[in-house]
């Protein structure tokens, strides 16, 4: 049995998720992924209501909290062939949108930061200098001595009370640590900062959806009604409050999340020679101009890109059955007809199998991975493993000549002296979603534009319900909903038969970057890019591990979710 380094669980992200890494004088020679917890959300929906799917999808997770009822309503509109208003569409695209800029900067602080910041080294940063530092990258309006010295002061209470809370158990004084203290104090504060911006972020899902998490869809629209002389529905004021949310958003970005990317990235440049791994991503696209969604329109383009080939985007068919393909030959699952084959998720099966499928008992040192490893299965495009999330959709932008996007990429290589090679590396990947949350936070506008001159026109329509009774379906439908959620391309595939769901399958962003190998032995994303040039400085301690592991944003939550083995249910809830 070959010794391995073992980081369980995975911190910092949503889920669980386990990695073991075998090294070579220090460096990572093989990497393995592995969910370890499973999800039922498949089965639970079978028999149901087509029209009820979104609300238990959407419950797959509660941080990238829209993107699953959105792929949902979208799967049983493609398979019903149901239009939805314009305004409906750029409601959606708003939601969307504010929920890219809010989790791509709650990931960079909360979530990723700390990798590459050193929190207690803050203590020794000279706020004045600070200050200095901070306004010579921007004129966000907090910089002031003042400001930075109230911050230190909070997290040197934290340190001498000998509880670091939200900062606890971090590797650091780890020497690869390398910003200069005053750095670190800036991006402590602005982590502070973040916590309590992202509450007026949140709102604008709330002011369309009703709720945060988990905000109401409907199949056939949306369920804001817009009428602008009612407390009940989307008024005057609460569409003032929206462009006011937006302000907010984009002042952040501009102000604060981009300059403080960019300041942190000029410390780690030789990360942009690490991480990469695959050199292939995909791209379902998203953001439609028009009510349809046509591809033609989409902000994101819809492709693949192979072998780090810019010049080339290849198409992408959701519904042709030799595309996109889930393999079990290193999950804890069966398929009837063999576990060598792919299957597209409209064939797609959910049959657990640990014991017979090389789980070990709890607790166990090491994986089997000669034989299943993950609950997680392995997408395939064309048979090609492939990364997807902001890196993927960044480069498709740039390869399809998006003009904002090639003129971002370019002054931030240029600022940082490096090629368009660091692009594809565990850095690129960081500073792609930073970019991208540039991209859509300037995208919000049009979209609120174009509402506001519909309203304005007197177009007040949000939902189309001409198809909303069963008794208008066919017999038999079937369809593929899809969005690019912000770690990726997501995809529901629904089956309908006689009003009811026959299967119901979902590939989630997670599934696709850290899903085990495949038949032929082929990495996911994660563990190729852990395979790409990852020297750990200390084993015991290995945070490059988990730079590039957080560089995804993994939501194994999303991939994966709790069962109870001996039962079967977690809680039972009686009503009387």
Known sequence: MTERVVVDPITRIEGHLRIEAELSGGTIAEAYSSGTMVRGIETILRGRDPRDAWAFAQRICGVCTLVHGIASVRAVE??????????????????????????????????????????????????????????????????????????????????????????????????????????????????????????????????????????????????SPIDLNSDAALNAKRLAQVRTIIDGMQTFVDQVYLPDTLAIAGFYKDWGERGEGLGNFLCYGDLPAGAALD????????????????????????????????????????????????????????????????????????????????????????????????????LMLYASGHEQTRALVESTLTQLDLPVEALFSTLGRTAARTLETKVVADALDGWYDALIANV??????????????????????????????????????IVIENGRIANYQAVVPSTWNAGPRDPDGVPGAYEAALQDNTQLVDAQQPLEILRTIHSFDPCIACAVHLMNPGTGEQVRVQVT
């Open 295 to 394: 591809p033609a329109t989409f902000l994101f383009p819809r492709g693949v890109i192979l072998d780090r080939d810019l010049s080339r985007i290849h198409d992408v068919d959701l519904h042709a059955d030799d595309q996109i393909q889930e393999f079990i030959a290193h999950s804890w699952y069966e398929y009837g007809d063999g576990n060598d084959q792919g299957l597209h998720p409209y064939a797609g099966e959910t049959n657990l199998s640990y014991d017979a499928r090389g789980g070990v008992a709890p607790p166990y040192r090491q994986l089997d991975i000669d034989q299943g490893y993950s609950w997680l299965k392995s997408p395939r495009w064309k048979g090609r493993s492939v990364e997807v999330g902001p890196l993927a959709r960044v």
């Open 456 to 493: 304005r026109d007197g177009d007040l329509t949000t939902f189309n319900d001409r198809l909303w009774e069963p008794a208008t379906w066919p017999r038999e439908a079937r369809g593929a909903g899809f969005m690019e959620a912000p770690r990726g391309a997501l995809g529901h595939w």
């Open 78 to 223: 493609d398979a019903l062939g149901y239009e939805i208003p314009v305004n409906a569409q750029l409601i959606r695209n708003l939601m969307i949108g504010a929920q890219y800029v809010h989790d791509h900067v709650m990931h960079f602080y909360h979530l990723h930061a700390l990798d590459w910041v050193d929190i207690v080294s803050a203590l020794e940063a000279d706020p004045k200098q600070t200050s200095a530092l901070a306004q010579s990258i921007s004129n966000y309006a907090k910089s002031s001595p003042g400001y930075f010295a109230d911050v230190q002061k909070r997290l040197k209470g934290f340190v001498e009370g000998g509880q670091l809370g939200i900062f606890a158990n971090g590797y650091w004084g780890h020497p690869g640590y390398r910003l200069p203290a005053e750095a670190n104090l800036m991006a402590v504060a602005h982590y502070l900062e973040a916590l309590a911006w992202q509450r007026d972020a949140a709102r604008l899902l709330t002011i369309f959806g009703g709720k945060n998490p988990h905000p109401n869809f409907v199949v056939g629209g949306v369920t």
